[in-house]
């Protein structure tokens, strides 16, 4: 049984490169290492968004999808992916987990509250910039 799952979860693994490039293996090669510059391109651009604006794991997931057109690690890597934030998502809407997550979202913001509180009232408010006065 264990088997069956591991050859269905192989399945569809590959390039995917059109038969004419496939048939000849230098232009297949060099059309791999095409597949990987660009996708690395994109992953890298996706690095650099994170700490920016902007969508950057979207970015680094799209550079993902382009490697699994042609490797099977990356294909490896994007069912794993797609398999965890299904199970998160799934998770996400278990009233169990949504009622705990509030009540630790809730707690949060009031030790942040009370921490700035504390601080406020024992260094007062002082604006970083100036008021003009």
Known sequence: MEHMD???????LGSRAPGFVKASRPLHL???IGVFVVGLAVVVGGVI???LPGPGWLVIFGGMALWATEFVWAQRVLRWTKRKVTEAAHRAVDPK???RNTVLG???VLVLGTLIALYVARFGAVMPW???R
């Open 97 to 99: 987990v949504r009622r």
């Open 49 to 51: 968004l994170l700490p």
């Open 6 to 12: 591991a050859e269905r979860d192989e399945s569809g």
């Open 106 to 108: 809730v707690a949060g």
């Open 30 to 32: 060099s059309w791999r």
């Open 130 to 132: 100036s008021t003009g």
